[in-house]
């Protein structure tokens, strides 16, 4: 069965420090989105990805977050300067057409500590 | 803005039907997604209900009323395994982002 795969597993960065977090989607899927869950708490939503370009992003994606499809299979979260509030799982998902007809495929999550 | 309720936990007995409700208040519908989440990992599609009654997909059921607000997936003959919990995900009606609002989550324990 097709996954969405996320690289690294877990990550610990110093605050300040950018991070990469790394994600290659279903290959024929053409909508992608990153999601976090800070633990304990709900998922919630981040970025969502179309047509190379953001086609929604919530209160939570500020300037400090940005998304990238640099070479057409991966797709990428970085977030620039990280805080201790930034500590959390971050799942990308990916979807081969609207919600209302695909359930989405998550990826197994990356786990952000920030110290 | 949309607003969803869940219990935060519940607990059964393995070999058990248990129901886990789900209420919304959404300024348009377009649909409900139930998904699965063990301990530390992704969430897993389970069901989307557009159209209201039950659904059934082998020992998991998914239950809408829009009119109500209300929604409940139903999981029978209990194992051990479906200790997890079951996140209501509804997406917003001018959904350009195709973007899915979570609950905050059914903790389930099932006990032997």
């Known amino acids: 069965e097709p996954e969405v795969t996320q690289t690294p597993s877990h990550q610990v960065t110093q605050m300040g420090q950018e991070v990469i977090l790394r994600c290659v989607p279903i290959?024929?899927?053409?909508?992608f989105y990153w999601y976090r869950q800070i633990l304990g708490q709900k998922v919630e939503f981040l970025v969502s990805?179309?047509?190379?370009?953001?086609?929604?992003k919530s209160e939570i994606f500020d300037d400090q977050f940005s998304v990238e499809r640099p070479d057409g299979s991966n797709f990428t979260l970085k977030i620039r300067s990280t805080k201790l509030e930034d500590s959390a799982m971050y799942f990308c998902a990916s979807s081969g057409g609207v919600t209302t007809n695909y359930g989405y495929t998550f990826g197994s999550g990356t786990r952000l500590t920030v110290v | 803005g949309q607003n969803i309720d869940q219990p935060t936990e519940m607990t059964a007995t393995e070999g058990a039907i248990v129901q886990i409700n789900c209420t919304y208040q959404t300024s348009g519908f377009n649909g409900l997604f139930w998904y699965q989440q063990h301990a530390g990992e992704a969430p897993t599609f389970l069901s989307y209900n557009v159209l209201d009654g039950l659904e059934e997909k082998g020992r998991f059921s998914s239950f809408l009323s829009r009119s109500k607000g209300y929604s409940y997936l139903l999981l029978k003959e209990l194992q051990m395994k479906d200790s997890a919990s079951y996140l209501c995900?509804?997406?917003?009606?001018?959904?350009?982002?195709?973007?899915?609002?979570f609950g905050g989550g059914t903790r389930l324990m099932v006990k032997p």
């Open positions: 995900a509804v997406p917003p009606l001018n959904n350009a982002g195709n973007m899915l609002t």
């Open positions: 290959s024929n899927h053409l909508y």
């Open positions: 990805f179309y047509n190379n370009e953001i086609s929604e």
